[in-house]
């Protein structure tokens, strides 16, 4: 069965520094890999795909991942964090033949950024 | 602008009543779906529809029904069955079964049992 886990629920960096939420993967097939974003009480948002393409992926507000299929790593960079970018993001994986949802879909836990001013 | 709309955004139901959340979507696409999320908890999928007239448990479908009559609208009823309904529920909707495309998500609707 496939899973994921985001190994913090917490992050909290000063503006302008660096930002990585860190996300692993279990699946037994090649699968497709996302990070969503959740702003407070709103739905999620998808920031960027890897689907076996180049495993540098970019995405939208600057941010970036880069699959590591020897380390069934999938984290989530950002060079420079915003105030904007306080949110909950969330890795998810999809593979029809791993298990995992219903719809083929299991979604990580979350992990909170909290950006200091 | 195309997107999902989510109502109620709020909702208060006094236990042992029936709730009913609306989901409609102008983008097309033939896969809806609902997601129940809890602190802390991730998405939880409770059902889902490829195509109308059809749909699928999810995960924890136990408590909760829908019906798809038309492509744009996929409704969601909280049943009194339904022991813990206090949550934030979440549409989505895909241009196919999920798998390798993106989901497209409302703005969700907070549910609380009094």
């Known amino acids: 069965a496939q899973s994921v886990t985001q190994l913090d629920s917490h992050v909290s960096v000063s503006e302008g520094t660096p930002v990585l939420l860190r996300c692993n993967y279990s699946s037994s097939y090649s699968p497709s890999l996302f990070w969503y974003v959740q702003h407070p009480n709103k739905g999620l948002q998808l920031l960027l795909k890897?689907?076996?393409?180049?495993?540098l992926v970019k995405g939208i507000n600057g941010f970036e991942a880069e699959f590591k299929k020897s380390e069934t790593s999938f984290h989530l960079t950002k060079p420079s964090a915003h105030m904007s970018d306080a949110a909950e993001y969330f890795c998810v994986v999809s593979d029809l033949y791993s298990g995992g949802g219903a719809d083929g879909l299991t979604f990580g836990k979350g992990t909170h950024l909290i950006i200091q001013p | 602008d195309g997107g999902i709309t989510q109502s109620p955004k709020y909702l208060f139901r006094k236990e042992g009543q029936n709730v009913t959340l609306s989901c409609e979507q102008n983008l097309n696409h033939d896969a809806m779906y609902w997601y129940r999320q809890d602190p802390g908890q991730g998405l939880r999928l409770i059902y889902y529809?490829?195509?109308?007239?059809?749909?699928q448990k999810g995960d924890i479908a136990e408590g909760y029904s829908v019906s798809r009559e038309k492509k744009e609208s996929f409704p969601l009823t909280v049943t009194s069955a339904q022991k813990n309904p206090t949550a934030f529920y979440l549409c989505?909707?895909?241009?196919?079964?999920?798998?390798?495309?993106?989901?497209?998500f409302g703005e969700g609707s907070r549910l609380t049992v009094l």
């Open positions: 890897y689907t076996s393409a180049a495993t």
């Open positions: 529809s490829q195509i109308v007239n059809d749909f």
């Open positions: 989505a909707s895909s241009l196919q079964r999920e798998g390798a495309g993106e989901l497209f």
